[in-house]
């Protein structure tokens, strides 16, 4: 049976100010789209730092498009493929949220997507990305899974945590993860129940678990081991 899922490769146009000019780059993000269905969820998911030409194959993408996830929980699905000095930049980062929000409003707007059922997700670097997506736009994400999030990097992820404490969000980190270190997690997680948080939560994985879901002995791949679990898409969808 031929995948239920037609591949659209949307070209954005990414403007950087510089003094009184403009600088054009071009990036692109994938959009999966069911072949049929209206008002459908979409989830919007971050890949990692250096994986801007996998950002299709991610095992979180392969997972959620797949002909069973898509028979079970058919949704869309967009993909920003993300360049390193996108990433490496708050203000190129701040750009692609922003245009991923109006793609999604577009999608909305169409009677395509369901402005209730919008989730988000990434690893490490692409975790990162997830809560800065919620800070800037807390109104208009339902659920988030965010996984090994590389929040270090940037000082105003964490300290602006406050805008998403309302926001349904669970946490996954490998605990001997030894690229981004389960505290950071833990720490979040840590403040936003303090906050009043109604629904934040971090599961650990063990080695073996991370082991047996495919990841590396590195442990910096905790999408693996969440796309092996349905609880955590099931969690998500039901938001």
């Not at 750009?95 to 793609?103: I, M």
């Not at 969000?169 to 690229?179: G, L, P, Q, S």
């Not at 905790?222 to 092996?228: G, L, Q």
Request: hydrophobic residues 40%; aromatic residues 8%; negative net charge.
């Amino acid at each position: 049976m031929k995948k239920s899922l037609r591949y659209l490769l949307v070209a954005l146009i990414m403007l950087s100010l510089s003094g009184c000019g403009a600088k054009e780059s071009d990036s692109t993000y994938n959009l999966f789209t069911p072949n049929e269905g209206k008002e459908l969820p979409l989830v919007i998911v971050f890949h990692g730092f250096g994986e801007a030409d996998n950002a299709n194959n991610t095992v979180t993408v392969s997972t959620l498009t797949s002909d069973a996830a898509q028979a079970k929980r058919p949704c869309y699905l967009m993909a920003p493929s993300i360049e390193d000095d996108v990433f490496l930049s708050e203000s190129n980062r701040k750009e692609l949220y922003e245009q991923l929000k109006k793609a999604s409003d577009k999608l909305i707007s169409d009677g395509k997507v369901d402005p209730e059922k919008v989730y988000v997700m990434g690893n490490s670097f692409g975790g990162l990305c997830t809560v800065e997506y919620m800070e800037e736009y807390p109104e208009s994400v339902a659920a988030a899974i965010v996984m090994c999030p590389a929040l270090t990097y940037s000082r105003n992820s964490t300290t602006e945590l406050s805008k998403i404490k309302d926001i349904p969000v669970r946490f996954a980190h490998a605990t001997n993860d030894n690229v981004i270190p389960v505290e950071v997690s833990r720490s979040a997680v840590s403040t936003l129940n303090a906050m009043g948080s109604p629904d934040a939560s971090l599961t650990e994985f063990t080695d073996q678990e991370m082991l047996a879901a495919g990841a590396l002995t590195g442990f910096h791949q905790a999408d693996f081991a969440v796309m092996a679990d349905g609880s955590f898409a099931e969690w998500l969808f039901s938001h």
